[in-house]
């Protein structure tokens, strides 16, 4: 097991250090083997979770299947949200190994905010952290741009007067760009950067030429 000066350590991100020191004594240490369920979707939340070892798993079940949408690892959290309210577990979290964790309870938890209220503030910054990034890993999975080779097949056609035709119309209607040859050789020192920047647009239009 973690020397308490470690468990500190990982405690401390969460609430700070101070906070961490008194918040050592008042979580208990959970042990969970492999194939263990932590807690089932729609349970209801009483408690906090940090992982000291090991690796757990979280699964959701929607529409008749069963998607896995999250890993934790050693040091980060899960459960959090239960501290701040009386909503149920939104996923079942499983260990993919033996674990160690951390538990809070929402009584420990409450009786301390009563002498710091800090700590409603670490958690709820928590707490907003962990959906902002939910969003955005949300959007970078449906987010798909889709790709449109233009190749003029008479020498006369103007490709610019087309970008500029097709900008037009597109304007506050989806977020396009256009690749070229002339962008390639601007970002081949690291192609992967310039795929990347394509990649946040709705339409990217393939200009041959």
């Not at 004594?25 to 209801?44: A, E, N, T, Y």
């Not at 890993?71 to 979290?93: F, H, N, Q």
């Not at 260990?95 to 809070?104: F, G, K, P």
């Not at 890993?137 to 020498?155: F, M, T, V, W």
Request: hydrophobic share 40%; proline share 1%; charged share 30%.
């Amino acid at each position: 097991m973690d020397k308490p000066s470690e468990i500190i350590e990982i405690i401390r991100p969460f609430f700070g250090r101070e906070a961490a020191s008194q918040l050592k004594d008042r979580m208990d240490v959970i042990k969970l083997i492999k194939g263990q369920k932590l807690f089932s979707q729609g349970d209801k939340g009483e408690h906090m979770y940090i992982v000291l070892s090991g690796t757990l798993d979280a699964f959701l079940h929607a529409e008749g299947t069963n998607r896995k949408v999250g890993t934790i690892m050693r040091g980060e959290s899960v459960g959090e949200m239960a501290l701040l309210g009386e909503g149920e577990r939104t996923a079942d979290v499983i260990a993919r190994r033996d674990s160690l964790l951390l538990e809070l309870s929402k009584a420990s938890f409450h009786e301390m905010i009563q002498h710091d209220n800090t700590l409603l503030f670490q958690l709820s910054k928590l707490v907003i952290d962990r959906l902002n990034k939910a969003n955005r890993q949300a959007h970078q999975q449906n987010h798909r741009s889709k790709y449109i080779g233009i190749y003029p097949l008479d020498e006369g056609v103007d490709l610019t007067a087309l970008q500029s035709s097709l900008e037009t119309y597109w304007r506050n209607k989806r977020k396009i760009a256009f690749l070229d040859k002339t962008t390639l050789d601007a970002g081949k020192h690291d192609l992967s950067l310039t795929i990347n920047d394509f990649e946040q647009n709705d339409y990217v239009f393939l200009l041959a030429g």
